[in-house]
């Protein structure tokens, strides 16, 4: 039999051996003379006659439209499926199918959520996603999906039976900048499709400026449009819901992630915008009432709009950062943004969530990959990070706005106000530059950026009870000390001539972040960290080390006398060692002392001297956690 491209059929179950059975599947009752076996030309298990005496037509199994008899158990499920991809009795017949399995799948009854598995159901949703050119039916069917996907036990389903392709090609489809002026979509240009509200707001204006009056035919059309504008948004997001369920069991493979476009097209949705609706506005002549009915209208259209589209942004730019934790995905990811610079992009959002999420996944993706990490920086991607900083106000202004100052065309001076980030994007940004500062390539590209230990340094003064940013900025300090170079940055001496550019001493921030009311171990052991990496490189000669162990003396001691951490203790004991060593050679160090120990490295885990005339430090045990 020659099938058309778009005819759903599955394959028929195996029947059970009568042989085999002597009791039926529901009842349990036993068979014999007066009680026959009969199977279910649905499930193919063998029941009596009182659990299989409905029946209902299943061209879905080849049976065409002659009604076969199915097992009670089965029956639900069966003329529902039927029911759905049914096309010769309408569009309604097919929404009553698809509802109907909608009601089942919201009982979460154990039992139907196996049927509509087992036998078609999925299946049925899938194939009308990709044949059926119906917005209703859309609907209706990524709802479902929506639903399922939520169910840890379907996920897997859901991907096998490949549901994702054509979610994908409804996504593209329904978020589509171009306009038409039909709001039903067709299959056959689905890859190339509109975003269908939009037309009929636009076929609106039209009519409306041919208009004096509004009738009230006009004003129910223009509402009917603005429905089914939403109804294409809630479509989006149902199914990126799906693609959000399914980022986050980790169960997507690459080929799906990047060769199917799933990165790709949750980027893109990361930043969806859509215009807003706007209608004509009303004459002086028209009658009050119709202009509050179109203002109230206008108002309500606008505020679905704009919830969906933040809820679609929200949706994909978590969805990201689900992909962005699995290691296995992470280096695949650099290469796919290795040449684009929607990241630095997306980081700038004005959508809080957007910029929170995008932060977490660029925390994630510099935590390892350390031959990747450089190219997550190219392309604006420092620019942008540091940028989030810049954002913050510095210390002396911090509980005003921030703001910025640029040029008119006719030469005047404009301060605009910024949105300061939030405290979460600013937490993982912070996170990824103490990820970064373990790469020597990555850590070059970042301290190039104009003042960013001011930035850094600020950042505790902004959030002074935050205790996760106070250990990512002190994580962040140490690391950067671990390169030589950077010391003379980090320590500038006192002489204003012999300043670096971009030098800010960062021992006050040091001292200041381990002597918070909020401060843990694990902070005052980074701030340690950083204090020891930076006096291991006292060899330079471009510091001014007196001053600098003088700061520091009272917090080290304390450190000694508190801390039950051993590396914290080593580091500690190092320092004082170096103490020693200076008041030997500069005298004027009279009221430091410390023990004499052996000094303690300024990596995290090693014990060898470092030595001094090298122009790098190596990075052994740098923390990027």
Not at 280 to 295: A, G, H, T, Y
Request: with cysteine; proline share 4%.
């Amino acid at each position: 039999m020659h099938l058309e491209p778009d005819t759903f059929l599955l394959p028929r179950p195996e029947w059970v051996n009568d042989e085999d059975v002597f009791q039926c599947g529901s009842c349990n009752s036993s068979f014999g003379p007066l009680r026959r076996r009969h199977h279910c030309r649905n499930c193919g298990n063998i029941f009596c006659h009182n659990c299989s005496t409905r029946s209902v037509p299943l061209p879905q199994l080849g049976y065409g439209t002659k009604p076969a008899r199915v097992c009670n158990g089965c029956f639900d499920v069966a003329y529902l499926v039927t029911y759905t991809i049914d096309e010769d009795h309408g569009l309604s017949t097919q929404i009553h199918g698809a509802r109907g399995l909608l009601e089942l799948i919201e009982n979460d009854n154990e039992n139907d959520l196996h049927n509509i598995i087992a036998y078609g159901g999925i299946d049925a949703l899938i194939w009308l996603c990709k044949s059926s050119n119906s917005k209703d039916l859309h609907h209706v069917t990524t709802t479902i999906l929506a639903i399922l996907a939520e169910k840890e036990s379907i996920r897997p389903v859901i991907i096998t039976k490949c549901a994702l392709p054509p979610l994908l090609e409804l996504i593209k489809y329904y978020t589509s900048e171009k306009q038409s002026n039909s709001s039903k979509p067709s299959p056959k240009n689905i890859s190339n499709s509109i975003h269908s509200g939009i037309t009929s707001t636009s076929a609106t204006s039209s009519s409306l400026s041919a208009t004096t009056h509004p009738s009230a035919e006009s004003l129910e059309s223009e509402s009917e449009g603005d429905h089914q504008h939403t109804i294409s948004l809630d479509i989006s997001i149902n199914c990126i819901h799906v693609l959000y369920q399914v980022a986050r069991a980790g169960i997507l493979s690459l080929k799906e992630i990047i060769g199917d476009g799933i990165l790709d097209t949750l980027l893109s949705l990361s930043a969806f915008e859509i215009n807003n609706i706007s209608y004509e506005k009303l004459s002086q002549d028209r009658e009050n009432e119709n202009r509050i009915e179109r203002q109230q209208m206008e108002a309500e259209a606008q505020n679905q709009i704009a919830e969906r589209t933040l809820l679609i942004q929200n949706l994909s730019a978590k969805s990201i950062s689900f992909l962005c934790s699995f290691t296995a995905n992470q280096p695949h990811i650099i290469e796919q943004l290795r040449e684009t610079d929607i990241f630095g992009h997306l980081l700038l959002s004005s959508n809080d969530d957007v910029q929170k999420y995008i932060a977490k996944s660029i925390a994630y993706l510099s935590l390892r990959n350390d031959k990747y990490k450089p190219y997550l920086l190219i392309n604006g991607g420092a620019d942008s990070l540091v940028s989030i900083l810049v954002l913050l106000p510095l210390e002396e202004d911090h509980e005003q706005p921030s703001s910025k100052r640029t040029e008119s065309d006719d030469g005047s001076n404009i301060t605009e106000t910024r949105k300061m980030p939030c405290v979460a994007a600013v937490s993982h940004v912070c996170c990824a530059l103490a990820n970064f500062a373990t790469n020597n390539e990555s850590q070059i590209q970042l301290m190039k950026q104009p003042k960013i230990l001011q930035y850094i340094c600020n950042v505790p003064t902004v959030f002074p009870t935050h205790v996760e940013i106070h250990r990512h900025i002190a994580r962040c300090l140490a690391n950067f000390a671990l390169y030589e170079e950077n010391s003379v940055k980090m320590l500038p001496n006192t002489r204003k001539n012999d300043k670096e550019e971009g030098a800010y001493n960062v021992i006050p921030t040091l001292l200041a972040l381990s002597q918070t009311p909020h401060v843990t171990s694990d902070i005052q052991r980074h701030c340690v960290r950083a204090i020891d990496n930076l006096s291991a490189n006292e060899n330079h000669g471009t510091c001014n080390m007196d001053k600098f162990f003088e700061d520091v003396d009272s917090f080290i001691s304390s450190m000694l006398e508190s801390s039950d951490d051993k590396d914290t203790l080593k580091r500690a004991e190092g320092i004082q060692q170096r103490v020693k060593l200076m008041k030997e050679q500069q005298p004027s160090l009279s009221n430091v002392s410390g023990e004499t120990e052996p000094p303690s490295v300024s990596d995290e885990q090693s014990s060898p001297t470092v030595v001094a005339s090298s122009k790098k430090k190596k990075k052994k045990g740098v923390e990027s956690a």
